[in-house]
């Protein structure tokens, strides 16, 4: 039941910031870890960047450095900052929810939730 609401994307100039939100809508008992995911025509979904109940993080090397997960627990709504975007970033960013106990890591296969996406431009 629940469900996933990405919003924030945007066209940019490179080296500009973005933040990215994730929006929950329904019971989140059941979710141990949340991250944020990008995906472009031709390539696979990407991992980015994870943030589990315990407060541990996980980022990727392509993004280390330039962007911050977190989450506001009074709204249960996750974040994603990015800054010096590059046109490299340009790709559809989508969050996504996992369920696996015991389990923590970017790869694609442990989210079972998925938000439609919200749209990021990075122009040169």
């Known amino acids: 039941q629940l469900q996933l609401l990405e919003s924030g994307g945007a066209s940019v100039q490179a080296g500009g910031s973005l933040r990215l939100s994730c929006a929950t809508s329904?019971?989140?008992?059941?979710?141990?870890?949340m991250g944020w995911f990008r995906q472009v025509l031709g390539k696979a979904r990407e991992g980015l960047a994870a943030l589990h109940n315990d407060d541990s993080t996980l980022a990727a090397d392509s993004v280390k450095g330039r962007i911050t997960i977190s989450r506001d627990i009074a709204t249960n709504t996750l974040y994603l900052q990015m800054n010096n975007l590059k046109p490299e970033d340009t790709a559809m960013y989508y969050c996504g929810a996992g369920s696996s106990r015991g389990l923590f890591t970017l790869r694609t296969s442990a989210y079972t939730i998925w938000g439609q996406g919200t749209q990021v431009t990075v122009s040169s």
């Open positions: 329904g019971d989140t008992s059941g979710i141990y870890y």
